[in-house]
Each structure stands twice: as C-alpha cells, then as structure tokens.
C-alpha cells in the first residue's frame, strides 16, 4: 500500500510508513469507490510507457510462441519442410489443413499462456509483468495493494472488450484522470509508478 503523507509503497501488513514514519491505514479499511490512499502522491502510469512495456510484454510472448510452434511441429502436429515441399511442388493442391490446425492450437494455446501470464504476475509480490517491471510500473487496486489473482485475471479478460471496440479501452488511458483503460475501470485497478 502507498502512504498517505509521502507516498511510498510499503508492505499490506505495515503499520508504519518505512520512509516516513507515518501511520498507515489499517487493511481491513474500505476507502470510498474510485478513491486512493494517497491520491497527490501516486503517479499514474501514462500511455506511452503503459506501450512500452506492452510491446516488451509482446516481445517475450512472441518468443514463447515460437518455441510452441517449435514444439508442436518436432510433436509432428506439422511438418513443415513436407508442406513446403509440398507447396512448391503443386500449390493447387496442397492440404493446408494441417497447418490451419497448428495455427488453431497455437492460438488457443497461447490465448491462455498470455492470460495466466498477465494474471500471474500481476497478482504476485511483484505487482507487474516483465515488461511493467522495466518500466517500473504495478498494477495496484485503489488503495495502492497488490490485487488478487481473480481480479487480475478479471481484468486481463476485460482486454478483450477493451481490443474488440478498436482499441478504445486502450486509447482511454491517456485521456482518463487517472490513466485507467477501460479494463482497469472495470476491475477497480491502477497502474502506477512504483516508489
């Protein structure tokens, strides 16, 4: 949780503020909806460095993909070299139902390795994805503590509503008081710069 006075991130169980000394608020308190614990301390996580670590994020899921393609393929879901022997050959005729069911498991497979991924780290000590801890952002519920593996995951299904109406969930973070996507609206969640 962030303090109230100085705004540094302390531990859910800390009476005391680690850097100034100050009380900090109990656990169990409810704060009202849509408030945080030190609201002129908290720096929000903007759009562009929100991207950044999304493109580090994609990164390292495009690196996993491949070593899923790989192992699908050496499963002999696929084997490429005969398809592309094939193609060459007499592209009229080739099978591409093979390759559309590798595409299909891999997508499948993948739509749940991003989604434990995401929910996993967000919900650790951590707070954060690879790419979030580059940049040096968590993911906080609005009292700046770290959010439970439902919300997290909650929360990553909610991209999915965020990217089918053209990104716009997406697109609210830089214009939204407190740099929320429309996700992060829906699962009561900040991203801000960790202290």
């Given at each position: 949780m962030y303090c109230q006075k100085c705004g540094a991130q302390n531990d859910d169980q800390a009476a005391f503020c680690d850097r100034c000394g100050a009380a900090l608020p109990k656990v169990g308190a409810t704060p009202a909806a849509g408030t945080v614990a030190a609201a002129g301390a908290v720096q929000y996580a903007g759009f562009w460095r929100r991207l950044a670590a999304a493109i580090i994020d994609g990164l390292i899921m495009g690196a996993v993909q491949s070593v899923l393609q790989v192992i699908l393929t050496s499963a002999g879901v696929i084997n490429l070299d005969k398809f592309m022997e094939d193609l060459e050959a007499n592209p009229d005729t080739v099978d591409l139902?093979?390759?559309?069911?590798?595409?299909?498991?891999?997508?499948?497979?993948?739509?749940?390795?991003?989604?434990?991924?995401?929910?996993?780290?967000?919900?650790?000590?951590?707070?954060?994805?690879?790419?979030?801890?580059?940049?040096?952002?968590?993911?906080?519920?609005?009292?700046?503590?770290?959010?439970?593996?439902?919300?997290a995951l909650g929360r990553n299904l909610g991209k999915i509503i965020s990217q089918i109406i053209l990104f716009i969930g997406y697109f609210m973070i830089a214009f939204t008081q407190k740099k929320q996507g429309l996700h992060d609206m829906m699962a009561s969640t900040l991203v801000v710069v960790k202290r």
């Open positions: 139902g093979p390759l559309m069911a590798m595409f299909w498991i891999l997508g499948v497979v993948m739509f749940f390795v991003q989604l434990l991924y995401f929910a996993i780290m967000e919900s650790s000590s951590k707070q954060a994805t690879l790419g979030k801890m580059v940049l040096g952002i968590v993911v906080t519920d609005y009292e700046g503590r770290r959010i439970s593996f439902g919300r």
